[in-house]
C-alpha cells in the first residue's frame, strides 16, 4: 500500500532560525497536505498542493511539492516560539479519498 | 462554520463500562472519520462514513463500534476495552471530492483504567 515517509522525526532549533520537514511518498500522489498539531492541540489544515511542482507561501512558511509528485517540503524562515508543534504531511492517490499521514516532525523552538 | 465538536474533551473508564464519544459538524460534510493518536504518532485511520455508511473498517476490534445516525453526527460506542486502547480519539470530517481536506474535532482523551 501507499507509505508516506517525512523526516526528521524531531527538530530543535533556536529562535530564528530556519526549518524545513520533507515528505516522500512511495507512489504519485494526486495531491498532498499539510497540517500542524500544537501540543496538546488537534491537527489543523495548512495547505494542499496539486500540481507538479507548486510552490505555496504563507507568511514564513513555503511548500513545495516535487516534479514527480512523490515528494514535499515545508520551510519555515526564522522560527518563532509560536511554531512549535508536529506537523503532518498527508498524501492522496488515484481515486482514494483518504489521506495517508506521515509520521510527523515535531519542531521544538529554543528562546 | 469550520467546527467539529467532539464530547467529552476526557474520558477515564474501567475495562468493564460502556461509553460513547460524540462528534458533530455542520459544514455539510458527506465524510466523517474516527482516528486513534497516541502520543508521538500521527493519526490512525479507525473508520470512514461516506453518505452516512460505513466504507472503511481500518480492521477494528469490535469493542469499537461506530454510528453515523445522520450526516451531521457520528458516535463511537466503546465497550469492555483494554487499557492500551488509551489515546487521543480525533473525529474528523471532509467534502467527498479530490481535495478531501480533514477538519479535524479537538478529540476526547480516553484513559482506560
Known amino acids: 500500500g501507499q507509505q508516506v515517509m517525512q523526516i526528521p522525526q524531531y527538530q530543535h532549533v533556536q529562535e530564528g532560525e530556519d526549518f524545513t520537514t520533507y515528505c516522500n511518498s512511495s507512489?504519485?500522489?494526486?495531491?498532498i497536505q499539510w497540517y500542524k498539531q500544537r501540543p496538546g492541540g488537534h491537527p489543523v489544515f495548512l495547505i494542499q498542493l496539486v500540481k507538479s511542482g507548486e510552490v505555496k507561501k504563507q507568511k514564513r512558511l513555503t511548500f513545495q511539492f516535487g516534479e514527480a509528485k512523490k515528494n514535499s517540503s515545508l520551510h519555515i524562515t526564522a522560527t518563532q516560539t509560536t511554531d512549535v508543534g508536529t506537523y503532518f504531511c498527508?498524501?492522496?492517490?488515484?481515486?482514494?479519498?483518504?489521506?495517508?499521514f506521515g509520521r510527523g516532525t515535531s519542531l521544538i523552538v529554543h528562546p | 462554520d469550520t467546527e467539529v465538536t467532539q464530547t467529552p474533551k476526557h474520558l477515564v473508564m474501567g475495562m468493564t463500562n460502556k461509553k460513547s464519544l460524540k462528534c458533530e459538524q455542520h459544514?455539510?460534510?458527506?465524510?466523517m472519520y474516527w482516528y486513534k493518536q497516541k502520543a508521538k504518532k500521527p493519526p490512525e485511520l479507525m473508520f470512514v462514513y461516506s453518505y452516512e455508511k460505513l466504507s472503511i473498517n481500518e480492521s477494528v476490534p469490535s469493542r469499537f463500534s461506530p454510528e453515523c445516525p445522520n450526516s451531521s453526527l457520528l458516535n463511537l460506542h466503546l465497550h469492555a476495552l483494554q487499557p492500551e486502547d488509551s489515546a487521543l480519539y480525533l473525529c474528523?470530517?471532509?467534502?467527498?471530492?479530490?481535495?478531501?481536506?480533514?477538519?479535524f474535532g479537538a478529540g476526547t482523551r480516553l484513559s482506560v483504567l
Open positions: 474528523a470530517s471532509a467534502e467527498v471530492d479530490s481535495k478531501n481536506i480533514q477538519y
Open positions: 498527508a498524501g492522496l492517490s488515484g481515486g482514494s479519498y483518504i489521506p495517508t
Open positions: 459544514m455539510g460534510h458527506r465524510a
Open positions: 507512489t504519485t500522489l494526486s495531491n
